[in-house]
């Protein structure tokens, strides 16, 4: 028996991380205008790598727009370069402020769609959402009628770290079931972050009008979708968990999450 030790990427102690092997997509698909808006904040120790796996999938028109709320830990400058690494394929919006996730997606969808981008993936920076999954999402949305397909923790397939403990899934899961209690929106993963957007589509929801700043952002995007008659498809994906960095979830972003969907039912009422 050999006494060397195992690769540290296959100790018993450690998680496994599942990286799914990317799917081969036919012409068009394959060269279809892609823009990834990754919003960052203090990501200096993720974006390197993100970007990384983004440019290395066979995907040619991709690209990437990253937008930086003044990190502290240098994570706009090390944009900067990675812009100049990969020439125009990547786009820096720097914002002078932490101004939450909503404004920072609003800003870098924005500037896909008017760079022409048919279609746009919205992720986090942290690599809670495998990179292998893109052209599976760009595959699915060509494939239907959808304006928006989402990489769903909660559909038949999907899975959740296995660092997740016990508190932080039940919390996971009774956030998705009050806001489709709440908004009746027939999804399951409807605080979902990992997913691509229709440029169409997109243009429908009216972005300047968009109203949460944090996470319920993720739900304003699905209400909208969904009161506009946009199909909606989820397709499985296994959900990471950071390795490098802090979350920023905090009480005021927790707070907005659970009075968003009523004000947003509220306001849907006010129109009837």
């Given at each position: ?14 998680p496994v ?6 799917v ?14 990754v919003?960052?904040y203090?990501e200096a120790g993720n ?5 990384s ?13 990253v ?6 830990d240098?994570?706009?400058e ?6 100049i ?5 990547l786009d820096?919006l720097?914002?002078?402020?932490k101004?939450g996730?909503?404004r920072?997606y609003?800003?870098g969808m ?8 048919d279609y746009?993936?919205q ?8 990179v292998?999954?893109v052209?599976?999402?760009l595959?699915?949305?060509?494939a ?6 989402i ?6 397939g ?5 660092t997740w ?8 899961g009774?956030?998705?079931?009050y806001?489709?209690?709440?908004l ?8 979902a972050g990992f997913k691509?957007?229709?440029?169409s589509a ?9 109203e949460s700043?944090?996470y319920?952002?993720?739900?304003e995007?699905?209400?909208?979708a969904?009161?506009r ?9 296994h959900f ?12 005021a ?7 968003r ?5 509220r306001?849907?009422n006010?129109?009837?």
């Amino acid at each position: 028996m050999s006494s060397r030790s195992p690769h540290p990427e296959h100790r018993p102690s450690e998680p496994v991380r599942v990286t799914p092997e990317p799917v081969a997509l036919p012409e068009p698909w394959r060269s279809s205008r892609l823009t990834v808006v990754v919003p960052t904040y203090d990501e200096a120790g993720n974006l390197p790598v993100l970007v990384s796996r983004l440019m290395a999938l066979d995907l040619p028109e991709l690209r990437i727009v990253v937008v930086d709320d003044n990190s502290p830990d240098g994570t706009g400058e090390i944009a900067d370069k990675l812009a100049i690494e990969y020439g125009g394929r990547l786009d820096v919006l720097h914002r002078t402020k932490k101004d939450g996730l909503g404004r920072a997606y609003v800003e870098g969808m924005t500037r896909a769609l008017e760079d022409g981008a048919d279609y746009v993936v919205q992720m986090d920076a942290d690599l809670s959402h495998p990179v292998g999954y893109v052209p599976q999402l760009l595959g699915t949305l060509h494939a239907t009628d959808a304006g928006v397909v989402i990489g769903s923790r909660y559909v038949p397939g999907g899975s959740l770290s296995e660092t997740w403990g016990a508190r932080r899934r039940l919390l996971s899961g009774w956030a998705n079931a009050y806001v489709k209690t709440v908004l009746a929106i027939p999804v399951r993963d409807v605080t979902a972050g990992f997913k691509i957007w229709r440029a169409s589509a997109l243009r429908t929801l009216d972005l300047a009008g968009i109203e949460s700043t944090g996470y319920a952002f993720q739900v304003e995007m699905h209400y909208r979708a969904y009161r506009r008659g946009r199909k909606i498809v989820e397709i499985p994906i296994h959900f990471e968990d950071r390795v490098v960095g802090r979350s920023k979830l905090d009480g005021a972003v927790a707070l907005e999450a659970a009075l968003r969907p009523l004000r947003l039912r509220r306001a849907e009422n006010a129109r009837r």
